[in-house]
Nanobody
Framework: AQLVESGGGLVQPGGSLKPSCAAS????????MSWVRQAPGKGPEWVSD????????YYAEFVKGRFTIPRDNAKNTLYPQMDSLKFEDPALYYC???????WGQGTQVTVYT
């Protein structure tokens, strides 16, 4: 069982990215999911949670109104949408199953001018 993130990249302030988090070896539809980030020199920082059905979502204050975390259980994939990116957003972004039992390898997000 594994989670594989992709779709990070370079973006200017105010830009958008839509990475993905694909599950293999298990069904994503049975797990609540989390999105976590870690900037260089800092500890992990919780970003968002989404419940199994994709209806109930929670967001950290610093991304509220800018990030969303839709899921497509039929495709076994999470599709975080990151809009209005800021200079303080660059980090390695991870998806994880509820309870943080399983983590992906992370995808890098960089904001530049």
């Amino acid at each position: 069982a594994q989670l594989v993130e992709s779709g990070g990249g370079l973006v200017q302030p105010g830009g958008s990215l839509k990475p993905s988090c694909a599950a293999s070896g298990f069904s994503l539809s049975t797990y609540p999911m989390s999105w976590v980030r870690q900037a260089p020199g800092k500890g992990p920082e919780w970003v968002s949670d989404i419940n199994v059905g994709g209806i109930v979502k929670y967001y950290a204050e610093f991304v509220k109104g800018r990030f969303t975390i839709p899921r497509d259980n039929a495709k076994n994939t999470l599709y975080p949408q990151m809009d209005s990116l800021k200079f303080e957003d660059p980090a390695l972004y991870y998806c994880a199953t509820g309870g943080f039992a399983l983590w992906g390898q992370g995808t890098q997000v960089t904001v530049y001018t």
